[in-house]
Each structure stands twice: as structure tokens, then as C-alpha cells.
């Protein structure tokens, strides 16, 4: 086996910080925009022109009038700025910075992406140790403006396969950032003083998202973030048990009838497994055994769903489940071998086509390459694979459905490259882009003004805003809220 030898940022599960623990799949990063810039290095130059030319590559398509590509271009300078040490960027000048991009966030027409952007400006500001009074002072509370702006996401705004299923889905995800991002600010307490409790309003959103699908996989992360913050006893101690309510919602799935759909057929257990490993996760967070058998053993469960989903299907979940059960201290228990399982999967390296299509196959290296590298097997990640993952995109032009959502599978792979040493990859003319990269070629295959892609460009931004903010240091210390937060199941 070529093995592409990648420099991994960590050698094994053990070394994951809390925030790699609790968001440790590129899913959420990519999509959700939360937990962007884990895994930080040094400064690099080289990496810091790649981002900032790959900003103007996507300015050739995409018009300034585009807010959320230009907030994400103004945080990425701000942050390459900041983390610079050749670059005298004083107080003055982050603050000078700050508030442009103070004002890229407020032109965001959309409420959720607005209260996305938000979030990711105050992580990012906690993540690099600025002064959170250059966003919360006498004339400016850029915190409350997010957090206001949560009321005003209306339910099912997401126009997709699957609108109708989704309900407040979208507004619990933008609570579960906000949460995050205050936590993160030290802000925690605001969210449960004063005139509204919104960790009770965000756990009463749960029962108005109608799909388990939807209800478990977004549920799984606000509880996740209620338990960071320490506020368990809003989803315990009082009159309704929310993690209950939601593992009873999703035993009802088959009865209820509005399973998720998907941009490529998948199994019906996938449907399940996806809520279900999350859902562990955030028992996992409340450091709760006794849910493991609410009702029926999930473990058990979770471990005959993920023999029922088929190969490439596993490549997606197998990150999700070995996590979530180091967090609970199962992981030796319910995976004996993690050398043979991390193989079993890593089966479809060479496998599985990543051109085939945008989300089922085109998702699946990235995954594969988190789930290796998290169980410390660089070995199994090889020079061959990767530029097969690097070459695939072409293959996308196949339909009008891979052709728009190309972006997605391009984040993710920017994003797992740039963790293990491999971005270069995809900024090296290649023969099979017509002697351009493979940056160079898919953001000139945007449609103009990135009308057809929509969100879907926003993924891209999320990569290029994350790699920006990994360039923070080596030894960057996490932010106190998950500095202090223990795991109780596990070391």
C-alpha cells in the first residue's frame, strides 16, 4: 500500500482536545459552522496565501454584494492578520477590523446565516484571545444582537429534499451556535438571567421538529452544548426530561412516517443510526449511563444498525460511533479490535468512487481520513486514494444535482486535507484540470454570483474561515468553558 505518510495532528482518540471530542465530525463544521479551527498549528505563510487566494478566485464569481462570502473573506484576513507574527496588527487595528466585519454579519439578509456568522466571529475571537470588550461595550452588544436575532428564523425555512420534515430545526441549530459561541466569551450566564431563559426555550424547540431524524441529530448537539455550559438541570430536573423525549421520539420513527430524504437512495437504517450515534454523544456529554438502557440497550442497537447500513454508508457513521463511545468509556468494550474495525472501513479506500456522486460517495474519503487519523492509522491513508479524492471533481458535472452541490464535498475535503498536512494537493496545477488546481478549476465552475450553489457556498466559506483560524498556534489553549468541562464516563 502507498501510504501517502500525512502529518496527523493527533496519533489517537486520547489526544482529542473537549472540542474535538464534542464536535468531531466535519459535518458540523462544515455545515453548521461550529467548532471551525480545531487542530491548530503555527503560523504558515504558504497556507495563509492559499486562503486568501482562494477568496480571490471565489471574488471572480462571487459579486462583494455576496455578504456571507464576505464576512467569511474579512474574518479570514482579520484572523491570517492576527496570528501573523510579521504582521503589526495592533488593538486599534483588530478593533478597526472587527467592526467591518461587525457589519458584513449585520448585512446578511437571511436571520439563521446571520446568527451562524455571528457565532463563528465570537469562537473565533475567543479562539485567538482578543478582547471581547472590542464586541460588548458601552456602545456596542454585538452578543445580543445574535441572540435576538434567533426569533426572527421561521420554521422549515430550508428548501430542500426535505422541507416539511425540518420545523424549528434551523432556529434549535442556530440556539445550539449561539451557545457555544457565548460559552466560549464567558457569556454563558446571559442565556439564563434576565427576563427570558432561552436554554428552556431552545430545549422546547425540540418537540417542534417532526422528523427523529432531524429532531435526534440537532437535538443531540444542543443537549451536548446545555451539558458544556453546565445547565443540565434544565433538561433534567424539572417538570420533562428532554433526553427521554427525544430517544422516545426517535423509537417512534417507523410509526411516524417521515423518515429523512436523502440527494443519493441510502438505507432506511442509515435514517436511524445517524440520530441515534449522536444521541450517544450527548450521553456521552451529560455523563448519564443510565439513558444507555432507557427502554431498550442503545449500545446494542447502534452496533446491529451500523452491521445493517451497507460500506460506503458505514465510511459516513463509523467517525460518529467510535467517538461517541470513547466519550462513554465503551469504546474497548464494543470495539475490541479499533485496528481491524478502523480497516474493515477504510476497505472502501479503494473502493469507493468519490465522483460518483456529490454526497453519498463524495463525503466518504474525508470521512474515511478523520476516522483514520482519529484512530491513528496514517498508514491506512495513501498517496493514491488522495489524489483520487483530488481528482474526482470533474466527475460531478454528471448532473445538474452533483454539478450545484459540488461545494459541498469540496469543503470537506479542504478541510480534512488541511488537517493532515495535505491541502497542497489541491492547489497543484494538475494534468487532469487542464494544467490548473483543483481550487482553481471548481471556483471558476461556480455559476455566476453562486446563484445555483445557494448555501452550499457558504460550506466553502466555513473551510477557508476554519483553515484560517487553525493557523492560531500550535499550543493555543482552548477556551476556558472546554478547558473545564470533564467527561465523566471516560479519562
Not at 68 to 80: K, Q
Not at 254 to 260: G, N, S
Not at 457 to 470: F, G, K, P, Q, W
Request: glycine share 8%; aromatic share 10%.
Amino acid at each position: 500500500m502507498d501510504s501517502a505518510s500525512p502529518v496527523l495532528p493527533v496519533t489517537g482518540l486520547d489526544e482529542l482536545t473537549t472540542e474535538s471530542r464534542m464536535i468531531a465530525t466535519p459535518w458540523s463544521r462544515m455545515v453548521r459552522g461550529i467548532g471551525l479551527g480545531q487542530y491548530p498549528i503555527d503560523h504558515d505563510p504558504v497556507a495563509a496565501e492559499r486562503i486568501r487566494r482562494t477568496f480571490d478566485l471565489l471574488a471572480v464569481k462571487v459579486p462583494p454584494t455576496h455578504s456571507y462570502t464576505r464576512f467569511s473573506r474579512l474574518l479570514a484576513d482579520l484572523i491570517l492578520n492576527v496570528t501573523d507574527p510579521a504582521v503589526d496588527f495592533t488593538r486599534v487595528d483588530v478593533g478597526s477590523a472587527a467592526g467591518d466585519v461587525v457589519d458584513a454579519v449585520r448585512s446578511e439578509g437571511n436571520a439563521y446565516y446571520r446568527v451562524t456568522a455571528g457565532c463563528i466571529l465570537m469562537a473565533a475571537f475567543a479562539k485567538l484571545g482578543l478582547d471581547r470588550k472590542l464586541l460588548v461595550n458601552e456602545w456596542l452588544d454585538f452578543p445580543a444582537e445574535i441572540l435576538a436575532a434567533t426569533d426572527r428564523i421561521r420554521p422549515d425555512g430550508i428548501k430542500d429534499e426535505n422541507s416539511g420534515r425540518h420545523g424549528d430545526y434551523e432556529r434549535l441549530s442556530a440556539y445550539t451556535a449561539v451557545f457555544l459561541a457565548f460559552g466560549q466569551l464567558g457569556l454563558a450566564d446571559r442565556l439564563v438571567t434576565g427576563e427570558r431563559n432561552h436554554v428552556r426555550e431552545a430545549l422546547d424547540l425540540l418537540e417542534r421538529i417532526p422528523a427523529p431524524f432531524f429532531r435526534g441529530r440537532g437535538g443531540s448537539m444542543l443537549l451536548s452544548a446545555v451539558s458544556l455550559l453546565g445547565f443540565d438541570q434544565h433538561v433534567f430536573d424539572g417538570p420533562r426530561d428532554y433526553l427521554k423525549e427525544t430517544l422516545d421520539h426517535l423509537d417512534r420513527a417507523d410509526e411516524l412516517a417521515v423518515p429523512p430524504a436523502f440527494p443519493q437512495p441510502m438505507t432506511a437504517d442509515f435514517g436511524k443510526i445517524y440520530p441515534l450515534v449522536t444521541m450517544l454523544n450527548a450521553i456521552a456529554m451529560a455523563g448519564r449511563p443510565e439513558y444507555l438502557t432507557y427502554r431498550k440497550d442503545r449500545l446494542a442497537e447502534a452496533k446491529d444498525l451500523l452491521g445493517r447500513i451497507d460500506p460506503v454508508e458505514r465510511t459516513h457513521m463509523a467517525l460518529y460511533y467510535l467517538v461517541a463511545l470513547h466519550n462513554l468509556g465503551r469504546l474497548s468494550g464494543e470495539v475490541p479490535d479499533l485496528d481491524a474495525f478502523v480497516e474493515d472501513v477504510l476497505g472502501q479506500w479503494d473502493e469507493a468512487d468519490p465522483g460518483a456522486n456529490f454526497f453519498r460517495n463524495g463525503i466518504a474519503y474525508p470521512y474515511m481520513i478523520e476516522t483514520a487519523m482519529l484512530a491513528g492509522r496514517p498508514d491506512l491513508i495513501t498517496g493514491e486514494g488522495l489524489d483520487r479524492l483530488v481528482g474526482s471533481y470533474p466527475d460531478l458535472d454528471r448532473t445538474e444535482l452533483d454539478r450545484v452541490n459540488r461545494p459541498y464535498p469540496f469543503s470537506y475535503a479542504l478541510n480534512m486535507l488541511g488537517e493532515i498536512g495535505e491541502a497542497g494537493r489541491l492547489y497543484a496545477p494538475s494534468a487532469r484540470y487542464g494544467g490548473r488546481s483543483a481550487v482553481a478549476w471548481v471556483t471558476s465552475r461556480l455559476s455566476e454570483g453562486g446563484r445555483a450553489e445557494g448555501n452550499r457556498l457558504y460550506m466553502l466559506d466555513h473551510a477557508l474561515v476554519s483553515y484560517a483560524l487553525r493557523l492560531r498556534g500550535r499550543h493555543s489553549p482552548e477556551p476556558e468553558v472546554f478547558r473545564n468541562f470533564r467527561f465523566r464516563l471516560s479519562k
